[in-house]
Each structure stands twice: as C-alpha cells, then as structure tokens.
C-alpha cells in the first residue's frame, strides 16, 4: 500500500454507482482525521479480492453501493468475495441498502448505511471502522442481535463537494436532493425526503470552474425534477434557474457546453412552457429533453400520485416540438390496479405522440423497496401490448430496456417473499486522500 495504514477503504466501484462513490470521496477528501487510510478502486470481483488480499492484517472496509434491481447478483458476488477473501467488513450503501437493511444483512453483507452517507462514512473514517455509535448504520453485533444506530446526519446540500478533486473524477453535479413529489414508485422522496434541498449557485459556479481548470468541457446536473431547481414548492422558479445556467455558461466558457433536462435529469410536463424552454436554448446546448410523463391514464396518474395529468404531457410534447427540442417520454407500463383500459390509454398515448416526433422511452413498474408500492405485484404487461410496444421499437419510436425490467420486477417480489422485512427504514455509504487544492466552494449552510 505504499505506506502505513490503519484502515483500507476498498470501493467495489461499478459504472453504474460512480457518482455516490464520488460523492461520498468528495466529502472524505476535505475532512480531516487521525486515521491513516488508503482507497481502492476494485471494478471487478477479482480486483476486490486482491485489495483484500494486499491488505493483509489492516483493517479493511468494502463499500458496495446498489440499486433494488441489483442486490440478488450482487449478492453472489459477495459471497463469492468473503470466500476467497474472508476478514473484512462489507458495508452496503445506496438505495436498496437504505430500504431494506435488514433484508441486506441477510442477503450476506456485514453493515447497511440508512440514509445520507457522506457523515455516516466520515464517522466510520475517524473510528478506523468500527461501527458502534455511529448513526445511519444497521448492523448485528457479536451475539447476532440486530443494532440500530438512528437517523442518519443530514446537511444542506452544499456542505460537501459535488465531486472529489483528488482522483480528478467528474461526474454532473448534483443541484438537488429530495422532491417534493412523493410519486408512490419511484425511491428519491422516501430515501432523502419529501422536500427539495438545493445546492447554491455560487457553490454550483465553484465547482464548473474546477471542471473548466480541469479540461472539461460539459457540465450536467443530477436532480429529480429540473425546472424545479430553487424552489421550495411545485411551481418552477425561472429567474433561479436562469441564474444557474447563465452562472454555469459563463463559467465553462465559450468552449464549453451546459446541458439541462436531458440526461441524468427530467423535467416534469407541467413544468414545459415556452419561457422555460427559452431559457434552456438560450443557455443550454442539449437539443433533447426528457418529460416524465409515466402514465396515460387519469385514474392511473392519480392512484401514483403524479400531479399532472395527461394533457400536461400532450402540451408539453407539442410545446418542446414546436421549440426545436427532441422529446423522450417516460412511460411505465404494468403499473399497480393497471386495467386494460387503462394499459390502453398508455399506449394510445405513446403512439399519439410518436406521431408527433417524440421518443418513448418504456419501463415495466417494478416493486422498488422503500416505496409506497413496494409490496404491489411485478409489472404485468399483456401480450398485445408488449406487441404493440414492440411495434414501436422497430420503428425507431421507442427505446428501453423494459423487456429486461420485468425479469427483474420479477425478482423484486421474489425477495420480498424470501426476505420479509419486520418494519421499512432509510441512503448511501460507500469513501480517499487529500485535496490537491486549498480553495473551497461556498458552502450552503
């Protein structure tokens, strides 16, 4: 390890978690403690293994961070790891860990992270890894008894960096956590609560002239709800928004380039009106953009608690088309009480508005822990249907990976049945060095 250590962080780094693993080395890196550490980024079984390995007698923590979907494959793979490399402590963060603890201990590992990571691991930093005492943890003790440490600490969301400098790894920045918009699928607002946490602009400029000194050229936001960016409430703050994005356009500069509502983020079809989408092509270099629209049926979008309703999605698919954008829909089929008519309705929808240009971008509901709908039935979609959404997809209109959701919607409810959890709980652990550069970004205290 190059020098000594009292404690080895191994992250079981996979694309798709980068970002929490980013997050939570960003914190680390600006945080001062006694414990001498080293951080390894193992992207394979084997390569987590090795660190484990290398490691010898040093005190090493392995930190997983995993989505609902991917917890049954995952925990084979842990299993596959403790045999060949027995004595370390598994620490599972992220969604699925956050929802379902208790679950996650059975499946294998040693501790679940409940909530907000970035105090919970900083904590565990200055312990050299001992849990007792610290809050956000679930684990069992020597005697199998099962501990509960509390709610995890949480901060304004400028406290710790978007991303860590140290490792030079850039990922978009995160502008808000949490929404006001408890949708009874989706995890966010069960996981960071029902309300928005933003970061400030001035914190958000910090870190886009970082990227600029780096060499970067493209700045995107993580966010739930776009256009919800500053305010409190359901309706869209534009004069806070234009000032996030002329902010980020002047600070990457001319060679740079600001995307906002595509990918990783959405915008909300009520949300889509002329002066918004102005502001985006005024500021912003994406040509696309993506509207959650779920369902195409009132009684379905009222039973999930969306707050729009169809003709919200209708107008703004014609407003986005009408201002030059691409349009990708989000739809999800099979949600819970779906009738056929109401499948229908859905599918109408989507066919109206591949006519009108737009991409429909599919889902089968699936039974994601911590949710509302977390005990519902696996998306069930009928075989006309899954013709006609086929039919879509051959004609370039629809895209997805909804044939391999419902596999893993299956699953979900297999666990569920396998793994019963006593009661629900609360995200994300997984991280690093020292910062290579003694400015900081305004914090949002």
């Not at 195409?296 to 003709?311: F, I, N, P, W």
């Not at 396998?418 to 994300?428: D, I, K, M, V």
């Amino acid at each position: 390890m190059g020098r000594v250590t009292d404690l080895v962080l191994v992250l079981r780094y996979r694309k798709a978690v980068t970002y929490g693993f980013h997050t939570l080395l960003a914190a680390l890196e600006e945080h001062p403690t006694d414990t001498r550490y080293e951080v390894v980024f193992a992207e394979s079984a084997q390569a987590t293994i090795d660190a484990i390995t290398a490691a010898g007698g040093t005190r090493t923590l392995v930190l997983w961070s995993f989505y609902s979907p991917d917890a049954a494959a995952l925990a084979g793979e842990l299993a596959t790891i403790k045999a060949a490399a027995p004595g370390a402590t598994h620490v599972a963060g992220g969604v699925h860990a956050t929802a379902e603890p208790v679950q996650t201990l059975d499946a294998g590992w040693d501790v679940a992270a409940v909530g907000e990571g970035e105090r919970t691991l900083l904590d565990l930093v200055d312990s050299g890894g001992d849990p007792a005492g610290i809050t956000g943890l679930v684990y069992r003790d020597g005697t199998g008894r099962l501990v509960r440490t509390g709610k995890a600490h949480k901060a304004p969301l400028g406290t710790y960096r978007a991303f860590p400098l140290t490792y030079k790894r850039m990922n978009p920045i995160e502008i808000t956590r949490g929404c006001v918009y408890a949708c009874r699928f989706c995890q966010t607002p069960f996981m960071f609560s029902a309300k928005f946490r933003h970061r400030s602009v001035e914190n958000v400029r910090w870190h886009v002239d970082r990227m600029r000194e780096l060499g970067k050229r493209d700045v995107r936001f993580i966010t739930p709800t776009s256009l919800s960016y500053g305010t409190d409430g359901e309706e869209p703050d534009l004069a806070a928004v234009e000032e996030l994005l002329a902010s980020c356009k002047e600070g990457i500069g001319p060679d740079g380039r600001v995307f906002f509502g595509s990918f990783p983020s959405e915008i909300r079809p009520e949300h889509m009106t002329v002066d918004a989408l102005r502001l985006v092509k005024r500021y912003c270099a994406n040509d696309n953009l993506i509207v959650g629209a779920q369902s195409g049926s009132e009684r379905v979008l009222e039973a999930a608690k969306r707050g729009h309703d169809v003709e919200s999605v209708r107008r703004a698919v014609r407003i986005g088309i009408a201002e030059g954008f691409r349009i990708n829909v989000d739809m999800i089929f099979g949600m819970p009480g779906e009738d056929p008519a109401d499948a229908e309705a859905s599918l109408k929808l989507a066919q109206e508005l591949a006519a009108l240009g737009a991409r429909i971008h599919s889902h089968v509901f699936m039974p994601l822990p911590g949710t509302p709908w977390r005990d519902a039935p696996p998306g069930d979609v009928d075989p006309e249907t899954i013709r006609a959404v086929s039919r879509l997809a051959q004609q370039g209109a629809l895209y997805g990976h909804w044939q391999k959701q419902r596999e893993h919607a299956t699953r979900l409810a297999a666990a569920a049945v396998e793994y019963p959890r006593p009661g629900r709980s609360r995200t994300l652990l997984p991280l690093a060095d020292r910062p290579t550069t003694g400015s900081e970004p305004p914090q949002d205290r």
